[in-house]
Nanobody
Framework: QVQLVESGGGLVQAGGSLRLSCAAS????????MGWFRQAPGKEREFVAA???????DYADSVTGRFTISRNNAKNTVYLQMNSLKPEDTAVYYC??????????????????WGQGSQVTVSS
């Protein structure tokens, strides 16, 4: 049974930083592409960042240069380092995993497994 558990969310002032973690179990973590998505109230879930098994990364334009996705295969954990946070980054952040070796990792439908979400609130 695959489980993804996020941690590290919270309240931060604009310009501050947070690091989200997502601990995975029940899968061969090093083989799985991983993604981070977010969902603000009244909006659809949107892509934030993805990292493939090869550690190739991809970012949404809105976070490029501010957020960094990384993975530690020895710890079965994926991270999202968020710097220079803005109020518009406020959302519930979800990590996701997929067994599919190819596809569009920017889309929600690409992923079979999801965490429960972690709230990030950025105050102005």
């Amino acid at each position: 049974q695959v489980q993804l558990v996020e941690s590290g969310g919270g309240l931060v002032q604009a310009g501050g930083s947070l690091r989200l973690s997502c601990a995975a179990s029940g899968l061969t973590f090093s083989n799985f592409p991983m993604g981070w998505f977010r969902q603000a109230p009244g909006k659809e879930r949107e892509f934030v960042a993805a990292i493939r098994w090869s550690s190739t990364t991809d970012y949404a334009d809105s976070v490029t240069g501010r957020f960094t996705i990384s993975r530690n295969n020895a710890k079965n954990t994926v991270y999202l380092q968020m710097n220079s946070l803005k109020p518009e980054d406020t959302a519930v952040y979800y990590c996701a995993a997929t067994a599919k070796p190819y596809g569009n990792y920017r889309t929600v439908n690409q992923y079979e497994y999801w965490g429960q979400g972690s709230q990030v609130t950025v105050s102005s």
